[in-house]
């Protein structure tokens, strides 16, 4: 006995520190995609931006005239706009500090011109930034569940107690980063190039069905344990609009892999976050003394409005700006 | 409801299953299938009957493929069948959709993909029109799918009436009676709502019987 739960355990450890290898090998490739060093700039070698309001630039030579009218910095969602830069102070080692008169958003792309000597960069949004704003907007600004309204279908199904609901939620989040980290691939290495784009759901679909039923298959012989208590949440997964959704939103923006898995991740936390919250109330709901016209659905839907309520307050949060 | 349809011997008649779709295991009131779509696009009017049009097609366009080619198709790869014969109309639905409206498209265009997932249109496939005629199937597939669009017209009213007070983006009422009910959350409540109006409903009819439909049931798609 003693030993069959000693190896059920290792096996539970095995498997959860080959997904955790997945996952870590996935973070790494997308950071390195993020992190590729672009194009170069000519005589500004680097830029980053300090939150909140100032940019520090590196530069190949000594500072050139400080003065604000020699620097150019665009949005690049609005280049013929320039940003108002208020000062100029030179900094050890060939470094130029600039002071500019409204906020910087660190998950933004911005341009930096030169006149005099010439020089011109794009300032790339920093990785961490845009990696924790798209897992934290997919999380809780656009939940998938309580403001874009998909996978209710799930939602509703699996919240009625903790435990269910908890098993779901983590499963749920595995499967939809590696679909989400297989659809990118095959979306922007086979279907962009050949031109199939307009199968996307087709492809997507095909490839959401292959990796449930591919893990059901793999998990039923290697690890039975793990197989039957999890298993069921698997072969629901397979028809859910979230996991169908996130490479569609993916090839839809053109994402690269680090965003992808940004945002699988993001919708996984959020998912799992509205199902546990869901799942803790309507237990209590249990105990309660509900109209007779509105018990089942009708007072679950209600409760989920109320979460949705208080997840809009959400809306708010950008920290990083 | 007495009797499901399907426990019948012969096929029924077109308008009883019209009616079927319609009122009687409507899908998102009664069988509480295919909500999400349902809550998502519902904030006017002209969303939720571009969203119903599209189910539509596609379940009345599968349901017939499958009935034509139901004794081609093997038992053991139904469900892989029926997904792909979905996502091809889905596909070909999605396009004439982008092509013709593009502004409507541009925010409902997500759920129009997503139809593909939903559980309405498959269960729809499994449950009869892989086992009857093309005729029966074609007036199923058609009621379940005006089913689907009178559901969404109804909580469209709702929702943009309350939220904006116009209909079809014709002001009605001068001002904003609700605008919660234009904003996410709205949705749930609305739909909350409007399940438990339609089950006071069924009780009257039962005569004071507790109801089966999408009060107690669970979930899905």
């Not at chain 2, 499901?4 to 308008?15: D, T």
């Amino acid at each position: 006995m003693v030993d069959r739960r000693r190896s059920r355990s290792r096996s539970v450890a095995r498997w959860i520190a080959l997904l955790a290898g997945v996952v870590l090998f996935m973070v790494a490739l997308a950071a390195t995609a993020v992190a590729a060093p672009p194009a170069d700039g000519g005589f500004i070698q680097g830029a980053r931006i300090l939150v909140p309001d100032h940019l520090r630039l590196q530069l190949a030579g000594p500072a050139p005239a400080l003065d604000p009218a020699n620097f150019r910095l665009t949005d690049s969602r609005a280049p013929d706009v320039p940003i108002d830069i208020r000062e100029v102070v030179a900094e050890p080692g060939n470094k130029v500090l600039l002071t500019v008169g409204e906020r910087l958003d660190p998950s933004a792309a911005y341009r930096i011109e030169i006149r005099e000597p010439a020089g011109a960069r794009d300032v790339r949004p920093a990785p961490w930034a845009l990696l924790l704003t798209v897992v934290l907007s997919s999380a809780l600004i656009n939940n998938f569940v309580f403001t874009r309204y998909l996978g209710l279908c799930i939602f509703f199904g699996v919240s009625k107690k903790r435990d269910t609901a908890v098993g779901m939620g983590i499963t749920f989040s595995l499967v939809m980063i590696l679909s989400a980290m297989l659809s990118w691939a095959l979306f922007s290495l086979v279907m962009v190039p050949l031109q199939i784009r307009f199968l996307q759901v087709l492809v997507f679909i095909g490839v959401v069905a292959f990796l449930v039923q591919a893990l059901d298959t793999i998990l039923k012989k290697t690890h039975r344990s793990l197989h039957q208590k999890w298993g069921v949440y698997l072969m629901l997964i397979t028809t859910n609009c979230i996991i169908l959704a996130v490479p569609l939103l993916n090839a839809a923006a053109d994402s690269g892999p680090a965003e992808s898995f940004a945002l699988a991740l993001g919708s996984g936390i959020g998912f799992a976050l509205a199902l546990f919250l869901m799942s803790c109330a309507r237990e209590k709901l249990e105990l309660a003394r509900v109209p007779v016209a509105f018990q089942g659905l009708p007072i679950a839907f209600t409760l989920a409005g109320l979460f949705a309520l208080a997840f809009m307050g959400f809306s708010g949060l950008s920290f990083l700006r | 409801m007495s009797q499901p349809i399907l426990l019948r011997e012969r096929p029924p008649g077109a308008r009883q299953l019209l009616m079927n779709g319609i009122f009687g295991e409507n899908p998102v009131f009664r069988l509480a299938l295919s909500l999400c779509p349902a809550v998502a696009v519902t904030t006017t009017v002209a969303n939720g009957i571009m969203l119903g049009v599209a189910v539509l097609l596609v379940q009345v366009l599968s349901s017939v493929t499958v009935a034509l080619t139901r004794r081609a198709i093997h038992p053991r790869v139904r469900i892989p069948v029926y997904t792909i014969i979905i996502a091809v109309w889905v596909s070909a639905i999605d396009m004439v959709l982008a092509g013709f409206f593009p502004s409507l498209y541009a925010q409902v265009g997500l759920y129009v993909k997503l139809i593909v997932a939903f559980a309405i249109i498959i269960s729809r496939l499994e449950v009869f029109a892989s086992r009857m005629p093309l005729i029966p199937t074609f007036w199923d597939g058609l009621g379940m799918g005006l089913g689907f669009l009178f559901a969404l017209i109804v909580i469209g009213v709702f929702r943009e009436l309350l939220g904006s007070g116009a209909i079809l983006g014709y002001a009605v009422v001068p001002e904003k009676p609700l605008l919660f009910f234009a904003l996410p959350a709205g949705g749930f409540f609305s739909i909350g709502l409007l399940m438990a109006f339609f089950n006071v409903l069924e009780r009257r009819r039962n005569g004071g019987k507790a109801s089966a439909g999408g009060g107690g049931g669970h979930g899905h798609g």
